[in-house]
């Protein structure tokens, strides 16, 4: 591998040929700002001869793709008010009409003599009439393509492009400045021919070149693979560098197992583990017993038993003399993880301290006391944890539950204490951004892909909205048995902007109209923290029947009597919030079901039967990963990516 240094491509984009400081600044709103954003500028799209038509072609209910110049244009008026702009288009074999109705200010922005790109379905109307759904400005008047005729093999590009850079300007910046480009781009060439030889792959300006001017199809898709080798590649190693600097550069904590705790609590469990959950515990141990920084991921279903796995790890970590720190993202989740751990080890002789923003002062005194002397070995807690002001001397291990709820900065700020602790984050799905770097090798992957004995999968059915009254019934019918359900909203309240049912009105309506012998409770994110906290609490213990919510519900309240989950406007959340909907029921020995009401819609029903049809958490992450993106791999934005 070659010794690459990076220089020349890094000069400001305002002094290529052809931009200047104004134009500099429109480019640089596009994330333009180098020349070397610039030359990685790629096109979009690519239109090659054999989907480009000649226009004396085009027959009335075709899709057409055609090129021509503009011959005249104009806007004319219609008896009703709507304005329509139309062109007349001419190539070699033809000319047709083109029209944008109710786009005037095109007359504004075309002009007689620019080579255009349409494409849109021809109809008839006072003769052929192609009615573009898109359109490109490929060159402008007097601006002569020798290829515009769309010869053999040649191909049409389309850059992203903006109204204050323009295709015509994208294209005129490249004609002008690629040769150069690509002639600098050659001194960073790192791969040896042998290895792009081996790899398939084309030298890194002969890639630029055909993305920017192909000579096929299949060159510019040849092009397109070497920029996504590079991308992968470049990632690896970044991933790799922050992998050794967290984890081998500087020793962690080399924990010990002296068995004082953790037989006596396998021995005690009224459970066996699963094979599951033993072959994950010693993925675990290795890595906590080998002088290096754990970093991995813990992912399984509702129900496969991360609580019990993580109650081990953090036994091994107070075996060795360290502290273990459980943080979720609820003080209701904290209150239940606290509850559960201390089932199991108070009869071993161990203490939970509990610590979240609901402590009276005393008893958060009391806490912040036993965790800063060390005296607390086991601690559970929320955000509090990371507040100013608490000390956990000798962390040894970091939990992290429910991964997804928490920002990037907060899932950090426990793993970067002075002890160097070891770090396990746990998620019933995985978001993009955690199994994209999980896929580059930053975390270690742990799955439990096996639920105990006796556990039933939660049924996922699928409804239009025209079958909500059937969807109402079979609620009733299981809040009869004594059940309790959840109908989810993605909206808290109205909006003028989207046509979608809220959880606000929708439940003044289900309270009055639907369930008006029920007990039918209200959540959203914009309660008061205290309202909130009442509401789950009175569902936890059974003084709700029916929670109309949105999707504060995600995480947060473990009701095994809960049997039913609606979601409306199922179409409108991802496939990892659905996911977490969806494990809120099924948390006790009764059938559950998932119900999704979804609107028509060929696109949306693909996702959600892909959805339905499996349980699968990890399954359903890489859907999402695949739908959705990464997410900002480097930085602090996590949401996913075009």
Same mark, same amino acid.
């Given at each position: ?11 400001p ?11 500099a ?14 030359l ?25 793709t ?11 008026p219609?008896r ?36 255009? %790109? ?15 759904r898109?359109?490109?400005?490929l ?21 992203p492009?903006?109204?204050?850079v ?25 791969l040896?021919?042998?290895?792009r ?10 890639? /630029? ?10 060159a ?5 693979? *070497?920029?996504?080798f ?14 050794f ?14 068995? *004082? ?6 021995? $005690?469990l ?13 993925e ?6 080998? #002088?290096?920084?754990?970093?991995r ?18 036994? /091994?970590a107070?075996e ?14 904290a209150e ?5 751990l201390?089932e199991?080890?108070?009869?071993l002789?161990?203490e939970v ?23 607390a ?5 929320t ?8 000390q ?27 002890s160097?602790p ?16 999980? %896929? ?49 909203? #993605? ?8 046509d ?19 007990r ?6 914009q ?30 309240i ?8 609606v979601?409306e406007?199922?179409?409108?959340f991802?496939?990892s ?15 559950s ?27 359903? $992450? ?5 739908i ?15």
């Open positions: 591998m070659r010794r690459v240094t990076f220089f020349k491509l890094d000069r984009v305002q002094f290529l040929k052809g931009v200047g400081p104004r134009r600044e429109a480019l640089s709103r596009m994330g333009i700002v180098t020349a070397r954003d610039l990685y500028h790629v096109p979009r799209r690519y239109d090659d001869a054999t989907t480009v038509q000649p226009i004396a072609s085009l027959d009335v209910g075709q899709d057409a055609a090129v021509g110049r503009v011959r005249s244009k104009g806007v004319i219609t009703r008010g709507l304005r329509i702009f139309q062109a007349v288009l001419q190539d070699a074999s033809g000319m047709i009409t083109v029209a944008w109705p109710g786009q005037p200010w095109l007359d504004r922005k075309l002009r007689e003599g620019d080579l255009l %790109l349409v494409q849109g379905p021809v109809r008839f109307f006072h003769g052929k009439q192609l009615q573009p898109e359109f490109t400005v060159a402008r008047a007097d601006d002569p393509d020798p290829s515009e005729e769309g010869g053999a093999g040649h191909v049409f590009v389309s850059y492009a903006s109204e204050h323009p295709q015509w300007v994208l294209r005129g910046l490249f004609e002008k400045n690629l040769d150069v480009l690509l002639r600098e781009v050659a001194d960073e060439e790192y040896e021919p042998a290895d030889e081996r790899l398939g792959l084309p030298a890194l300006p002969d890639a /630029l070149r055909e993305l920017h001017r192909p000579t096929s199809l299949r510019a898709r040849a092009g397109r693979r *070497r920029l996504a590079d991308e992968l590649f470049f990632l690896q190693l970044v991933q790799a560098r922050v992998r600097q967290e984890t081998r550069a500087r020793p962690g904590i080399q924990h010990t197992r002296t068995n *004082r705790w953790i037989k006596p609590l396998h021995d $005690a009224p459970f066996p583990l699963t094979g599951a959950q033993a072959r994950v515990l010693r675990i141990y290795a890595d906590m017993t080998s #002088p290096h920084r754990m970093n991921m813990l992912q399984g279903d509702v129900g496969s038993g991360k609580t019990v796995v993580a109650l081990f790890a953090m036994l /091994l107070v060795s003399g360290t502290q273990a720190v459980l943080m979720a993202p609820t003080e209701i989740l239940q993880h606290a509850r559960r201390r199991l080890v108070e009869p002789g161990l301290v509990l610590l979240t923003g609901r402590l009276g002062t005393r008893e958060r005194e009391a806490a912040l006391g036993a965790i800063a002397s060390g005296e070995s086991l601690i559970v807690g955000h509090a944890l990371i507040q100013e002001g608490v956990i001397p000798r962390a040894g291990l970091v939990v992290v539950d429910e991964q997804h709820r928490f920002g990037v900065r907060q899932r950090q700020a426990l793993s970067e204490l002075d160097r070891d770090t396990l984050i746990m998620s019933a799905t995985p978001i993009p951004r955690s199994l994209a770097l999980t %896929l580059y090798g930053e975390l270690d992957l742990s799955v439990l892909d096996e639920l105990p004995p006796g556990r039933t999968p939660v049924r996922t059915l699928l409804r239009y909205p025209g079958r909500r009254d059937e969807v109402y019934a079979f609620v009733e019918e299981q809040l009869a048995q004594g059940r309790q359900a959840y109908v989810v909203y #993605p909206l808290v309240g109205e909006s003028e902007k989207v979608l049912r809220s959880a606000t009105e929708e439940h003044a309506r289900l309270r009055d109209e639907v369930f008006p012998h029920r039918v409770g209200l959540l959203h994110g309660m008061r923290g205290e309202e909130k906290d009442a509401v789950m609490r009175a569902f936890l213990a059974g003084e709700v029947d029916v929670l109309v919510a949105t999707t504060v519900i995600e995480v947060g473990d009701v095994p009597n809960a049997t039913v989950m979601v406007h199922a179409e409108r991802g496939l919030q659905l996911h977490q909907l969806r494990g809120r029921v099924g948390r006790g020995a009764a059938e079901f998932c119900i999704l009401v979804a609107e028509p819609g060929e696109a949306a029903r693909e996702r959600l039967l892909l959805f339905r049809d499996t349980t699968d958490g990890f399954e359903v $992450a890489r859907h999402d990963l695949r959705r993106g990464q997410g900002d791999l480097f930085g602090a934005q996590q949401h996913g990516r075009d």
